[in-house]
T-cell receptor
Framework: AQTVTQSQPEMSVQEAETVTLSCTYDTSESDYYLFWYKQPPSRQMILVIRQEAYKQQNATENRFSVNFQKAAKSFSLKISDSQLGDAAMYFCALEGNTPLVFGKGTRLSVIA | DAEITQSPRHKITETGRQVTLACHQTWNHNNMFWYRQDLGHGLRLIHYSYGVQDTNKGEVSDGYSVSRSNTEDLPLTLESAASSQTSVYFC????????????FGPGTRLTVL
C-alpha cells in the first residue's frame, strides 16, 4: 500500500521569507510520481509542482521548488519569497500503479 | 474553454435517501476520479474510471457507486445516504497518463441529516 505523511498540520511564515513543508511517503514501486497541490479557501485544488521519481533533478516552478530524496522517501516543498496569496492548505500526493494518495495536508499561514 | 463542473454545489439530504452527484468534463479526458475530503483526512479516493464502461473501487468505496456510459460524465451515487457520508466531494479528470495533470472540479458539499 502507498502512504503519504505530512507531519506538520500547521505552519506559518513571514511575508517575503522562505518556508519548507515536509512530506514523507512509502511505496514499493520503483516508478511513481509525486505532487504538491494547493487548496486556497475557495476549495479549488491547484497543482503546484510535480516530480517524476526517475528524475534525479529536483523540480522547480518559479518560487516553488522541491527537495526530493528518493532513498529517504522524502519530498519537501520550499516556497521562497512567500506572498499573502500563498496562504492555503498544501497537500502532498503520490501516484504509482494506483491513483493519487494524498497526505492529510499542512495549513500555511502567511504573516504580513 | 474546456472545464470540469460538478452539480449541485451544495446538497442537504436525509439519512436513507439516494443521492447522485454529477461530474461533467469537456476535455474528452479518459480518466476520471471521485474523492471525498474530510477534516483531518485530506482527500481519499472513492472510485475511478479509465474509460467508458470501466470503473474501479478506491480506498473508501463502501456505500458509493459510479457508472461511465460516456467520456464526459462520471456520476457518483450514494445508494442510501448515511451521516458518515457528510463531506466535500471532488471530481477530477486527466487525459490518460499519470504524467498528465489531474484537473479538479470545484467540489460539492453534501450534508446528510
Amino acid at each position: 500500500a502507498q502512504t503519504v505523511t505530512q507531519s506538520q498540520p500547521e505552519m506559518s511564515v513571514q511575508e517575503a521569507e522562505t518556508v519548507t513543508l515536509s512530506c514523507t511517503y512509502d511505496t514499493s514501486e520503483s516508478d511513481y510520481y509525486l505532487f504538491w497541490y494547493k487548496q486556497p479557501p475557495s476549495r479549488q485544488m491547484i497543482l503546484v509542482i510535480r516530480q517524476e521519481a526517475y528524475k534525479q533533478q529536483n523540480a522547480t516552478e518559479n518560487r516553488f521548488s522541491v527537495n526530493f530524496q528518493k532513498a529517504a522517501k522524502s519530498f519537501s516543498l520550499k516556497i521562497s519569497d512567500s506572498q499573502l496569496g500563498d496562504a492555503a492548505m498544501y497537500f502532498c500526493a503520490l501516484e504509482g500503479n494506483t491513483p493519487l494518495v494524498f497526505g492529510k495536508g499542512t495549513r500555511l499561514s502567511v504573516i504580513a | 474553454d474546456a472545464e470540469i463542473t460538478q452539480s449541485p454545489r451544495h446538497k442537504i439530504t436525509e439519512t436513507g435517501r439516494q443521492v447522485t452527484l454529477a461530474c461533467h468534463q469537456t476535455w474528452n479526458h479518459n480518466n476520471m476520479f471521485w474523492y471525498r475530503q474530510d477534516l483531518g483526512h485530506g482527500l481519499r479516493l472513492i472510485h475511478y474510471s479509465y474509460g467508458v464502461q470501466d470503473t474501479n473501487k478506491g480506498e473508501v468505496s463502501d456505500g458509493y457507486s459510479v457508472s461511465r456510459s460516456n467520456t464526459e460524465d462520471l456520476p457518483l451515487t450514494l445508494e442510501s445516504a448515511a451521516s458518515s457520508q457528510t463531506s466535500v466531494y471532488f471530481c477530477a479528470s486527466r487525459e490518460t497518463e499519470t504524467t498528465d495533470t489531474q484537473y479538479f472540479g470545484p467540489g460539492t458539499r453534501l450534508t446528510v441529516l
